[in-house]
């Protein structure tokens, strides 16, 4: 029972002291009236983040701050853009094909790959078979019709002087017109060889057969693919053509899109083509031709563009890149480019001054990048200032607390 009675006590006197120690720490060290514990003080060139909720400040010295080169929050028109990769091609409206219209052996093949060729320029030429068989056909036909027209001649001659029947007649002129139909028809042939009017006279006053048969170009344009070689036999349509001529003027830029930006692509908008080759260059063109299916591998989509080459600077099988505008332009908030810094949480930020040495760091929320300005969605308003070289040196100096 006294045992009992001295732990009680114990107890008691415990409690008491501790309810004494507050008393005293609530009346001389929390008493309305205290002086409370001085906030730290901004140091010149030290960052200084204020208080929870409040901007992020860094005050820098004169020097420091000369440093710095400082812009005004601009507006500006932005334009969705569309941008993928494909590869350069010739134009194949623009491409032919050239063949010889009948068989033969090639006696000469007069341009090479990479030369310059004038519609109605000579090609090559070839010994045609086909070509002596329709002159001898000609000459035998000429000869006929002219031995026709003699003896209609006589016969008439005959009428006259009671030598000779109508009947006679009536049959010489029969031969002497059907003579002239089969010659017709033969000089007819010969001209869609491509021998001239007076080519094929000087066949017939010389009754001297010329089976050479010229192929012109059908187009300007470049060669770009020859197989003709004297002494080669060539066929019409026969693989491969002994010349292909391209109009290089315009090249297509084929590129396949991918499936979600397909709804994006419109028939005539506007493209900007680049390649690797003339990195400074930009070719302009127009979107010609979409695909009317979906690569069921790659879920890509077809996208054509035809592109102005005047200079002649594009090569079939370049690699290229494309942008194209998609949409109207919309006028928002923006700052150049080098204003904004990504913070390592991934937050962008933007450093605003009213003063010159004062800088508050404020979080915007950015859109689309183009020609070097960054637009901006919020966070600034049109005329406010900001540090447009060197921001990225403010970021550093807050993470580091440095005073420089």
Same mark, same amino acid.
């Given at each position: ?11 008691? +006197?415990? !409690? *008491?002291?501790t309810?004494?120690t507050? @008393?005293?720490?609530?009346k001389f060290?929390l %008493?309305?009236?205290?002086?409370e514990v001085?906030?730290p003080?901004?140091?010149v060139?030290r960052?200084a983040?204020t ?7 860094v005050?820098?010295s004169?020097?420091q701050a000369?440093?710095?080169?400082l ?6 028109e932005f334009?969705l853009l ?10 194949e ?6 063949f010889?219209?009948?068989?033969g052996k ?6 090479n790959?990479g030369?310059?060729v004038?519609?109605g320029?000579i090609?090559?030429?070839?010994d045609?078979?086909d ?5 001898? +056909?000609? !000459? *035998?036909?000429a000869?006929?019709?002219e @031995?026709?027209?003699r003896?209609?001649a006589r %016969?008439?001659n ?6 000779s ?20 028809a033969?000089r007819?042939?010969v ?5 001239t009017?007076?080519e094929i006279?000087?066949?017939l ?18 060669i770009?693919?020859?197989?003709a070689?004297?002494?080669l ?10 010349y292909?001529?391209?109009?290089i003027?315009?090249?297509w830029?084929v590129?396949?899109v ?6 994006s692509?419109k028939l005539g908008q506007?493209?900007e083509v680049?390649?690797?080759?003339y ?5 302009k063109?127009?979107?010609t ?6 690569d069921p591998?790659?879920?890509r ?10 200079e002649?600077?594009l090569?079939s ?6 942008v ?8 928002s908030?923006?700052v ?11 937050t962008m ?10 800088f ?6 950015i859109g689309l990048?183009q020609?070097?300005w ?11 200032t900001?540090?447009?070289e060197g ?7 807050l ?6």
């Open positions: 029972m006294l045992k009992r009675s001295v732990a009680t006590k114990i107890v008691l +006197t415990t !409690l *008491a002291g309810v004494l507050v @008393l005293v720490w609530t060290i %008493a309305p009236g205290s002086p001085p906030a003080k901004r140091t060139g960052a983040p208080s929870t909720g409040e901007d992020v400040v005050e820098l004169d020097k000369a440093a710095l080169q812009g005004t929050v601009a507006s500006r334009v569309k941008t993928s990769v494909g590869t350069i091609g010739f134009n409206n623009m491409l032919v094909q050239v010889s219209q009948y068989s090639i006696i000469k093949a007069s341009f790959i030369d310059d004038k519609q320029d090609l090559f030429t070839i045609s078979p070509l002596l068989q329709a002159e001898s +056909t000609l !000459l *035998a036909s000869g006929v019709l @031995l026709q027209k003896n209609l %016969a008439s005959l009428l006259k002087s009671g030598g029947a109508q009947k006679d007649v009536d049959q010489a002129t029969s031969d002497e017109q059907t003579a002239e139909g089969n010659y017709k033969a007819n042939v001209l869609i060889f491509g021998k009017d007076e006279d000087r066949i006053n010389t009754r001297m057969v010329d089976s050479t048969l010229l192929v012109p170009s059908p187009i300007s344009g470049r770009v693919a020859r197989s070689a004297p002494g036999l060539t066929q019409p349509g026969g693989a491969p053509p002994p292909q001529i391209a109009d003027s315009t090249m830029m590129a396949n991918i499936e979600t930006d397909a709804p692509y506007e493209v680049r390649v690797p080759a990195p400074t260059r930009v070719f063109g127009k979107v031709a979409l695909g009317s299916t979906i591998s790659t879920h989509q077809l996208v054509r563009s035809e592109i102005a080459d005047p002649y600077l090569r099988g370049m690699f290229a890149s494309f194209i505008r998609v949409g109207d332009p919309t006028r908030v923006a150049p480019a080098t204003c904004v810094v990504r913070e390592g949480d991934g930020t933007v450093w605003v001054t009213n003063e010159g040495r004062r508050v760091k404020r979080t915007v929320k990048q020609d070097g960054t637009q901006i969605m919020e966070g600034l308003q049109v005329g406010e900001v540090v447009t921001a990225i040196y403010l970021s550093n100096k993470l580091l607390g440095d005073a420089g």
